[in-house]
């Protein structure tokens, strides 16, 4: 079995783990707000920024110095410890670090070409900080790590795919522990192109809701230790596809979705029925709330209680299966409630298929939790997670 030694996060939740457990179940969400000069409409838009002093990166690393690196830094420095006594356990050499990125260093990039534009110097600018496998390789020199270290990008499934792969290696017995999650900055490149997509909500996300404009962007980082050791929470499985539909709009009979949450239930040895609770995708996109609610109902019917968490975080696009694997942990490690579906400017879309939509926080019954991901291009990924408790 492998377990989830450790977790170190933040997003607009809070700074830290210790942050976060406080605030998810007040729904506080201090870096969820409306801000300017993002659109180039010039409109303000809610966005959920990090509202942490980041960590400097070190200077013999700056060629790694972008802000995406550095929300991974202040991460790592939540689990520094537990890292490095399982490297003086395993090895440099048995630590593995897989990462996943749909922005890296795009913010910088964003900043240089303003400063090329207006004939500025932009000093301290290269395109090492936003190539999309600059994560791992920062993370592994800062910890002189010389194991498997690479990023994954798929789209806002890219750190869920990052934590399945952890697993797979482990079990191949390529490595002993991994560090596995991701990051992601808010950039005026990604921003823009939702907003084109006529995708992003000008307020806060309301995913389910009727009449729902489309997605809150997030920014974030989550990093997952994973080894054999035992701990509170393990992950027993994953599963994940590509469907390859549309460049950017689900399937909406959800059959990709349906074959990664079937993969990771087969996975992990359990059945709809074992699970206690489900960390929907949800968006708050009319196509993917849609989608979602035709699988679910499909797959689970009415009685598995479900929510998104997206009014609390934002949507960290490829930092988003992490760090709701982040949220997964806490609600299993620390006993919390089960995040509701909060209704305020619009009702619940009656138009959905019906699932176990929680209106209302309630205490977790079965220490089992399913958390889902599913990007542009059709690629899915479906985590599970688990209290010790349970028997698997």
């Known amino acids: ?3 989830i030694n ?3 996060m933040l997003n607009a939740l809070g700074n830290n783990t210790e942050e976060i457990r406080r605030n998810l179940p007040l729904r506080h969400a201090s870096g969820m707000k409306a801000r300017d000069n993002w659109l180039q409409s010039g409109e303000p838009c809610v966005l959920g920024g990090v509202q942490a002093d980041l960590p400097e990166v070190p200077a013999h690393l700056n060629a790694h110095n972008s802000r995406n690196n550095r929300l991974l830094l202040a991460a790592l420095e939540q689990i520094r410890e537990p890292v490095t006594r399982m490297i003086h ?14 922005t890296s260093g795009l913010d910088e990039a964003d900043h240089f070409i303003d400063a090329h534009f207006q004939s500025r110097e932009a000093p301290g600018y290269h395109y090492y900080q936003q190539e999309l496998g600059d994560p791992a390789r920062f993370l592994a020199a800062n910890l ?24 797979r290696l482990i079990k191949a017995g390529l490595a002993d522990a991994v560090i596995a999650g991701g990051a992601d900055t808010l950039s005026r490149m990604p921003i823009n192109g939702f907003n084109s997509l006529e995708a992003l909500s000008l307020t806060l996300c309301q995913p389910f809701a009727q009449d729902r404009p489309g997605i809150t962007i997030g920014e974030g980082a989550a990093l997952l230790l994973m080894s054999r050791e035992p701990a509170d929470v393990a992950f027993p499985g994953g599963g994940e596809s590509g ?3 549309h460049m950017s709009a689900p399937e909406p009979d959800g059959r990709g979705a349906e074959q990664a949450i079937r993969m990771a239930l087969d996975n992990a040895g359990l059945t709809t029925g074992d699970i206690g609770y489900i960390n929907l995708h949800g968006t708050g996109t009319p196509l993917n709330d849609a989608m979602e609610s035709t699988v679910i109902n499909r797959l689970f019917g009415t009685d598995t209680p479900c929510s998104s968490t997206k009014p609390l975080t934002g949507h960290m696009l ?7 694997a982040g949220l997964c942990w806490l609600i299993l ?12 400017d619009k009702p619940q879309d009656s138009q959905l298929p019906p699932c176990g939509l929680l209106t209302t926080e309630i205490p977790l019954r079965k220490p089992i939790i399913l958390s889902n991901s599913f990007a542009f291009g059709g690629n899915n990924c479906a985590l599970i997670f688990a209290g010790v408790t349970h028997d698997i």
């Open 1 to 3: 079995m492998i377990y």
């Open 6 to 8: 450790a977790v170190g």
């Open 89 to 102: 356990t395993y090895g440099a050499d048995r630590i593995a670090v897989i990462l996943g990125t749909s």
């Open 144 to 167: 002189s790590l010389t194991g498997p270290a690479y990023t994954l990008s798929t789209a806002c499934s890219s750190s869920a795919r990052a934590v399945l792969s952890g697993q």
């Open 243 to 245: 469907d390859g539909y």
């Open 318 to 324: 490829g930092a988003a299966g992490a760090g709701e």
């Open 333 to 344: 490690k620390e006993n919390l409630a089960l995040p509701a579906q909060v209704f305020t």
